[in-house]
């Protein structure tokens, strides 16, 4: 099966940086995603990785290291409205053609 | 409006009842999944349709039914459930035939109570 681990509660404060790890085995590694959950709503995309390197989207960049089965999230210039559950989920071709794996997630809560 | 819509957003049901959750997409993806997500745990996979067959049953016990009329429309039927059986069912779409770089389009979910 997929072994996906991240931590499961981080703070930081605002105006600060923030990285969130995730590692992973699979041996059907296609893509590695990163969602951002506010309570009470529905997970939202933030990035997708599936060749090793870094994504820079905004304030958010995602790295990937399939060689090392490690993933992070990287959140500059926090803002409070970042305190919000974020889910590391890997893509496994094995199991079907599109079926997401997922952490247990892992709580932000950015302070003052 | 996540583009998936969920309902109800919450439901409360004795361990007799029987009720069902409904999920609706109107993004043309062919492919629709329920996930179960509980405390400190990571989301669930129950079920998977595409293009409105079946393709995967994680082992989820038979008191938890679901249906899939067409690609837009997925159902969860409910009964006898246990209080174990309380969390937020999320219902997700995407694309099927090629590789997506946005993986899915999640709704808001169902928050279920089992009393």
């Known amino acids: 099966g997929q072994n996906i681990d991240q931590p499961t509660e981080m703070t930081a404060t605002e105006g600060a940086i923030v990285q969130i790890n995730c590692t992973y085995q699979?041996?059907?590694?296609?893509?590695l995603f990163w969602y951002q959950q506010h309570a009470g709503e529905a997970p939202t995309f933030l990035s997708y990785?599936?060749?090793?390197g870094l994504e820079e989207k905004g304030r958010f960049s995602s790295f990937l290291s399939r060689s090392k089965g490690y993933s992070y999230l990287l959140l500059k210039e926090l803002q409070m409205k970042d305190s919000a559950s974020y889910l590391c989920?890997?893509?496994?071709?094995?199991?079907?053609?599109?079926?997401?794996?997922f952490g247990t997630g892992t709580r932000l809560t950015v302070i003052p | 409006e996540t583009g998936v819509t969920q309902t109800p957003r919450h439901l409360v049901m004795g361990m007799t009842n029987k009720k069902s959750l409904k999920c609706e997409q109107h993004?043309?993806?062919?492919?629709m999944y329920w996930y179960k997500q509980s405390a400190k745990k990571p989301l669930e996979l129950m079920f998977v349709?595409?293009?409105?067959?079946?393709?995967e049953n994680n082992s989820v016990p038979s008191r938890f039914s679901p249906e899939c009329p067409n690609s837009s429309h997925l159902f969860l039927h409910l009964h006898t459930l246990q209080p174990e059986d309380s969390a937020l069912y999320l219902c997700?779409?995407?694309?099927?035939?090629?590789?997506?770089?946005?993986?899915?389009?999640f709704g808001s979910g169902t928050r279920l109570t089992v009393v």
């Open positions: 997700a779409s995407s694309q099927t035939g090629g590789v997506s770089s946005y993986g899915y389009t």
């Open positions: 699979t041996s059907g590694f296609n893509g």
């Open positions: 990785n599936v060749l090793d």
């Open positions: 989920a890997v893509r496994d071709r094995r199991t079907g053609a599109n079926n997401l794996f």
């Open positions: 993004l043309g993806h062919n492919a």
């Open positions: 349709y595409n293009f409105k067959e079946q393709t």
